[in-house]
């Protein structure tokens, strides 16, 4: 199961940001571990996405769960799951 996790800030993009360094390690380590593939942060400037691997549903919540931002209670999180049955080669 792949996963896309929207990300919208719930607080103002300086509070926001206090905690960046520490959520960029954390997706960094995501993407070393495996379990996401791309990680950004809306053009708008109001939130990010984030794209998992093909993980379980319990996995993408651990990711949502352990986010420094998410203990940081700057963010919410949305979860949209989907079966991936076309992908490109390597996925």
């Known amino acids: 199961m792949f996963h896309v996790l929207t990300i919208t800030y ?7 940001d206090q905690s960046r360094p520490a959520h960029l390690a ?4 995501e ?6 593939l791309l990680a ?16 379980s549903t319990e996995d993408a919540q651990s990711i949502i769960d352990r986010d420094p931002y998410t203990l940081a209670g700057v963010v919410s999180y949305q979860r ?4 991936g049955g076309v992908r490109a080669a390597g996925l």
Not at 26 to 29: A, G, Q, S, V
Request: hydrophobic letters at 45%; charged letters at 25%.
């Open 40 to 55: 950004g942060r809306l053009e708008t400037g109001t939130g990010g996405v984030l794209i998992t691997a093909d993980i």
């Open 26 to 29: 954390f997706l960094n380590d």
């Open 80 to 83: 949209l799951s989907f079966n």
């Open 10 to 16: 719930e607080k103002p993009l300086d509070v926001v």
């Open 31 to 36: 993407v070393e571990a495996g379990r996401l």
